[in-house]
């Protein structure tokens, strides 16, 4: 009977746990930009010939739910996810009330709507002096630390980024259909278009802490948990990425065999390459970095997203 109970008490403790790290990693995906472009991305892999009513609906029901998900947390509501009820909601409406011609030419240059749309948002934040990025950088981060100067550049460079990857989709997009006139090609509306969210989703990552070593060397505060990194991690999903496009070209047939089968050579052949030259650059870089301060008082403008 003991070791029954003993079994069960165990199950429940695992079940908490998984539970709990669920939760944790939702919290985390709804306090990042991830969050917001999740409609956005939703609307792109629905859209299409015949299906811009269900793409728009989808896409409208899911910036909603985000909205009520943040609400609910007692988080505050991002721009971000205004914009999308706004966008969303005008697409639906035009769904539902448009003509037959203006439904054909949206499913046709929907994609590049939303492209343009998503680049007049990020810079609009940074010419209003509020950075998108910088609401959900401050879930993570003291209020003492909000108005510091190193967080806030960190937020504008990080939006600048995503405008740069915003800006490459829409440039991608506008190629394909105003000179392929195909919104579907395989360069033009997918590889392109995603490497420049998968650039800004990389850089978010790195600039950081890249940002906030690059200010104790300066400040001369360095501690121990301060460690130097090489631009080279912005690209590191670069090789894989390769992989990943020969595997698409083929199972789409959207490259002939020869060229996928290079792609996919190529693409574990860098992996392993860059992931070695990456490791000898941090190495440099950690033997050639200043001597840490005995007792650094981490200065007002130390903060990262």
């Known amino acids: 009977m003991t070791t029954e109970r003993d079994n069960s008490a165990g199950s429940s403790n695992a079940d908490t746990t998984r539970g709990s790290k669920a939760r944790h990693a939702l919290s985390q ?27 728009a609906a989808s896409a409208f029901a899911l910036s909603l739910l985000l909205v009520i998900g943040t609400h ?12 999308d009820v706004v966008y969303f909601g005008v697409m639906a409406l035009l769904a539902l009330f448009a003509s037959q011609g203006i439904i054909e030419w949206l499913e046709k240059w929907g994609g590049e709507m939303t492209n343009i749309a998503l680049v007049a948002f990020a810079l609009g934040s940074i010419l209003i002096r509020q950075p998108f990025t910088l609401q959900y950088a401050k879930e993570d981060t003291p209020e003492e630390f909000w108005d510091s100067p190193l967080f806030l550049r960190i937020n504008y460079v990080i939006t600048w980024a995503w405008v740069i990857g915003f800006g490459v989709g829409a440039v991608s997009g506008a190629y394909g259909d105003a000179v392929l006139d195909d919104a579907n090609n395989f360069w033009t509306g997918w590889i392109i278009q995603i490497g ?99 007792s650094p008082p981490p200065p007002p403008d130390s903060a990262s997203n």
């Open 72 to 83: 609910k947390r007692g988080t505050s509501i991002k721009l971000l996810e205004v914009f």
């Open 196 to 294: 420049g969210l998968i650039f800004a989703i990389s850089f978010t990552e790195f600039y950081p802490d890249y940002a906030s070593y690059r200010a104790a060397v300066r400040g001369g505060w360095l501690s121990d948990d301060d460690k130097p990194t090489s631009v080279l991690h912005v690209f590191d999903w670069v090789p894989m990425y390769v992989l990943a496009i020969g595997i698409a070209g083929l199972v789409t047939d959207s490259l002939n065999t020869t060229a996928g089968i290079v792609l996919i050579v190529v693409g574990i052949v860098a992996i392993n390459i860059y992931r070695k030259v990456t490791a000898a650059m941090d190495q440099c870089l950690a033997q050639t970095a200043p001597p840490r301060a005995s």
């Open 29 to 55: 995906f709804l306090n990042s930009p991830f969050a917001g472009m999740s409609p956005w991305i939703l609307m792109a892999l629905l859209t299409g010939p015949g299906r811009f009513e269900e793409a």
